[in-house]
């Protein structure tokens, strides 16, 4: 008798938490949770569904597409590991692995166009006005991050994505952005030794610029005579190399060049609050990692501008 109750209450609970599954339709009324959950609003996350509905494919029958990608933006948004997904969709670690693999290449071939090089009409169109008083011909602010993976067992792999800046293995990418505040630049993956010299030359970042465009960077990019050549400007901060101190003048010049570099810091910080990218990247996941670096740095310009107008 005894045996036959915990029976009972042991189906009963079974079919509570199969009811209860977490899904969608669970958290789809509450837009706080939905924000949290994939760092959309409700809205975004109805307008990407539409947007994909006819290039992805249910691969997990009892799930619908709205549940795959919910699945999807938890991955990139809280940067949780299969095995935890899997738990709390109450599904295989092997489907979401599959759901991964077969959406995000699709989502990051979508959404590129998101990451797009303005013309430069339309920068000078929306220059903010911080950008106005000394940096009016910027075309792009640049900067190289890095993200950490598993370290690679091939000796080769090892110590080419090895970066002794980050005493970690990593996959180093060149991010360039808008004075207007939008990614408008994300190069493909690189190990963590390449310097920033390299990544910028092999990119196909110098192919994008045109005459008189002025690029803001960080010390590390000693590309002045590169972009020369195209006819443009390197502004970098400067430096006590080979003197005892700055002059005043430059003093005040890499202040004021500071005061405007600091939004591209602002912009990889808003693009890594989807957290996968401040994770260790697993060596099963790495040839994953271009098309969620675009995905990420797609759904990032959907955001709110970093960079204030006025």
Sequence with gaps: MEIDKLKSENEELKATLTNTQFSFSSIKSKAVQVLFFTGLTSVLFEWLIHKLKDSVEVVRGSMNLKDHLLIILMKLRLGLCNKDIAFRFNVTESDISNILRSWLPVMSATLKPLIKWPSKHAVL?????????????????????????????????????????????????????????????????????????????ESGFYDLLEHNDEILADRGFTIRDELATRGATLRIPHFTK?????????????????????????????????????????????????????????????????????
């Design 125 to 201: 169109k929306n220059m903010p006005k911080c950008f106005k008083p000394k940096y009016k011909r910027c075309r792009c602010i640049i900067d190289c991050t890095e993200i950490f993976i598993n370290r690679p067992t091939n000796l080769t792999s090892r110590a080419q994505t090895y970066s002794t800046y980050k005493s970690h293995n990593t996959v180093k990418y060149l991010v360039g952005m808008s004075p207007s505040g939008a990614i408008s630049f994300l190069s493909a993956g690189w190990g963590g030794r390449v310097s920033d010299k390299q990544i910028t030359a």
């Design 242 to 310: 080979g003197k005892k101190q700055l002059s005043a003048q430059e003093v005040d010049i890499s202040r004021r060049l500071s005061n405007v570099r600091i939004h591209i810091e602002r912009i990889i910080g808003r693009w890594k609050n989807f957290k996968i990218l401040t994770t260790v990247i697993p060596l099963t996941q790495v040839d994953l990692l271009d098309d969620i670096v675009i995905v990420c740095g797609a759904l990032t310009n959907l955001c709110k501008c970093i960079v204030p107008r006025h």
